[in-house]
């Protein structure tokens, strides 16, 4: 467990961020007013993402590797990380969607149908179950991609 200390750190501060990012999408109208830039704007996410990626491998580089580090050691301290914060996402998707912004699927729903989805599709793509699912797997699957390209910039031992 100590071995892996750093990336529990960082996925907390993962999960903090995220939740953070949810509050300041719904502060600025995203979720309800601004909901048509939603998509696009929640892509952003991928810069402060790749930041802590990036600083959660450099602290992993500095104190357990004691500052010489391979890019399998990052890539598999990435994919550690990638899991613990995949772990946490069912709860996170719960709190945002539940406390945050607890009728964002009902206009997102309402704005999809009046932009020429169905209602039947709609509601099949945008329900807590679906995002808890997808934000699991694309989760996983980009914190790895992450963890993979953070590794090669961090890298000092071939």
């Not at 929640?42 to 104190?63: D, G, I, Q, T």
């Not at 990638?82 to 729903?109: G, M, V």
Request: proline letters at 2%; hydrophobic letters at 50%; glycine letters at 6%.
């Amino acid at each position: 467990m100590k071995n892996y200390s750093i990336e529990i750190k960082w996925a907390i501060r993962f999960t903090l961020l995220t939740l953070a990012w949810a509050i300041g999408e719904k502060v600025i109208g995203l979720h309800d007013v601004h909901i048509a830039y939603y998509g696009m704007c929640s892509m952003l996410f991928v810069f402060p993402a790749f930041l802590f990626y990036y600083l959660a491998l450099a602290e992993k580089k500095k104190y357990f590797y004691d500052n010489a580090i391979t890019w399998k050691q990052g890539f598999v301290s990435g994919i550690v990380l990638s899991f613990i914060i995949t772990l946490f996402i069912p709860a996170t998707q719960y709190i945002i969607y539940k406390s945050i912004t607890p009728h964002f699927f009902d206009n997102i729903i309402a704005y999809k149908v009046q932009h020429k989805m169905t209602l039947e599709n709609a509601k099949l793509y945008f329900n807590l179950k679906t995002y808890i699912i997808e934000g699991t797997f694309t989760g996983l699957s980009k914190g790895i991609i992450t963890g993979a390209i953070v590794s090669l910039l961090i890298r000092n031992k071939k």
